[in-house]
């Protein structure tokens, strides 16, 4: 990673996945650059939870910046709040980082909760969380904190964002023409498939792609590689700004 730190007037504001909390970020925060000034967001958990509701949230809860900008990163659930959120602050955010993110429904609503329905259970299977979400190779630690973190939540939350996530569309997707966007792919994603970030890539053709090698839970496992990836892409915008 440069020694270039990125400038206290770009605020890194961290928008997390489905589960709707930075309980899962501790290892972004281990490598984050030392001068960088950060927000972690954490979603409601009761009410509804569709994007229309929760962007709307978003933007009455986030303070208002003066003299500074704000690089929005969003994790899967949350791009379309980041997309939605840039559309509503022009002049604020700077540009969008979205971590295994999706502009449409990345699966076919009709099917897709039956073979996602045993992440909603009190006690997920192992095999569920290690096949959709973190990976077979994850240790011990990380799939005891992914447990923790979804059983936290209720299951009548998790179902309602993913019933959004199915009922989004691509229309739905702000273009953000001319907006630094940086877009982070999962090689190994089997929540999102291939046809789903190809569509996310071609509805934002000026993006700087790249792809990594890791399970949809890309900031979880390869914190280190994501941050090299936005720490460049950060620094670009302070340079541009």
Same mark, same amino acid.
């Given at each position: 990673?440069?020694?270039?730190?990125?400038?206290? &007037?770009?605020?890194?504001?961290?928008?997390? $996945?489905?589960? #709707?909390?930075?309980?899962?970020?501790?290892?972004?925060? &281990?490598?984050?650059?030392?001068?960088?000034?950060?927000?972690? !967001?954490?979603?409601?958990?009761? #009410?509804?939870?569709? /994007?229309?509701?929760? %962007?709307?949230?978003?933007?009455?809860?986030?303070?208002?910046?003066?003299?500074?900008?704000?690089?929005?990163?969003?994790?899967?659930?949350? $791009?379309?709040?980041?997309?939605?959120?840039?559309?509503?602050?022009?002049?604020?955010?700077?540009?969008? !980082?979205?971590?295994? #993110?999706?502009? &449409?429904?990345?699966?076919?609503?009709?099917?897709?909760?039956? +073979?996602?329905?045993?992440?909603?259970? !009190?006690?997920? +299977?192992?095999?569920?969380?290690?096949?959709?979400?973190?990976?077979?190779?994850?240790?011990?630690?990380?799939?005891?904190?992914?447990?923790?973190?979804?059983?936290?939540?209720?299951? %009548?939350?998790?179902?309602?964002? !993913?019933?959004?996530?199915?009922?989004?569309?691509?229309?739905?997707?702000?273009?953000?023409?001319?907006?630094?966007?940086?877009?982070?792919?999962?090689?190994?994603?089997?929540?999102?498939?291939?046809?789903?970030?190809?569509?996310?890539?071609?509805? /934002?053709?000026?993006?700087?792609?790249?792809?990594?090698?890791?399970?949809?839970?890309?900031?979880?496992?390869?914190?280190?590689?994501?941050?090299?990836?936005?720490?460049?892409?950060?620094? &670009?915008?302070?340079?541009? $700004?």
């Amino acid at each position: 990673m440069s020694e270039a730190q990125p400038a206290p &007037d770009l605020k890194w504001t961290f928008l997390p $996945g489905l589960h #709707g909390t930075d309980a899962l970020f501790d290892g972004l925060r &281990d490598h984050l650059p030392k001068e960088t000034e950060c927000e972690w !967001v954490n979603l409601p958990t009761k #009410g509804k939870q569709d /994007y229309g509701k929760l %962007s709307k949230w978003l933007d009455e809860e986030l303070p208002r910046l003066r003299g500074q900008k704000r690089l929005l990163i969003a994790e899967s659930f949350s $791009g379309p709040l980041a997309l939605m959120l840039a559309s509503r602050r022009k002049d604020e955010v700077a540009g969008i !980082v979205l971590a295994a #993110g999706f502009c &449409d429904a990345p699966m076919n609503p009709g099917i897709a909760l039956l +073979p996602l329905r045993p992440l909603f259970m !009190v006690k997920p +299977p192992r095999k569920a969380l290690e096949h959709f979400l973190i990976g077979n190779d994850a240790s011990e630690a990380e799939i005891e904190a992914l447990k923790q973190t979804i059983q936290s939540i209720p299951s %009548s939350t998790l179902s309602k964002r !993913v019933r959004a996530v199915l009922e989004f569309d691509e229309g739905d997707a702000p273009q953000l023409k001319g907006l630094p966007m940086l877009i982070l792919q999962a090689h190994n994603d089997n929540l999102i498939p291939w046809e789903a970030q190809q569509r996310l890539e071609a509805r /934002y053709p000026e993006a700087r792609t790249h792809w990594i090698e890791s399970p949809h839970m890309i900031l979880q496992r390869h914190p280190k590689a994501c941050l090299e990836k936005i720490h460049g892409f950060a620094a &670009d915008l302070i340079h541009m $700004g």
